[in-house]
């Protein structure tokens, strides 16, 4: 059975940090890319970063480039984004992603999603 499952998200004030993790089981996954989407009330769920299975390839979107840093641990099927010097328009449910071909910003293009984690910050 495959499962995505995030952890870390929570409450954090402007400046602050936070780091996410993303346990996956039930499929091999040193053959998917991993992607964290991010859905803020209101708003379309948009790609964050992306990271490939075997080189560490990453990908981020200009708002989170310098802030966020993706990583994986192939031993632990662990992926994290970690966050540093949060702003309020980063609050959001990130989700994790996973596919087998490539990295993309689509939604629709991953097959197996978790079911998310709050990230707020305010102050």
């Known amino acids: 059975q495959v499962q995505l499952v995030e952890s870390g998200g929570g409450l954090v004030q402007p400046g602050g940090s936070l780091r996410l993790s993303c346990a996956a089981s039930?499929?091999?996954?040193?053959?998917?890319?991993i992607g964290w989407f991010r859905q803020a009330p209101g708003k379309e769920r948009e790609g964050v970063s992306c990271i490939s299975p075997s080189d560490g390839r990453s990908y981020y979107i200009d708002s989170v480039k310098g802030r966020f840093t993706i990583s994986r641990d192939n031993a632990k099927n662990t992926v994290y984004l970690q966050m540093d010097s949060l702003e309020p328009e980063d609050t959001a449910v990130y989700y994790c992603?996973?596919?087998?071909?490539?990295?993309?910003?689509?939604?629709?293009?991953?097959?197996?999603w978790g079911p998310g984690a709050q990230v707020t910050v305010s102050s």
């Open positions: 992603a996973a596919r087998p071909w490539s990295c993309s910003p689509a939604p629709n293009r991953y097959a197996y």
């Open positions: 039930g499929f091999s996954f040193d053959y998917y890319h």
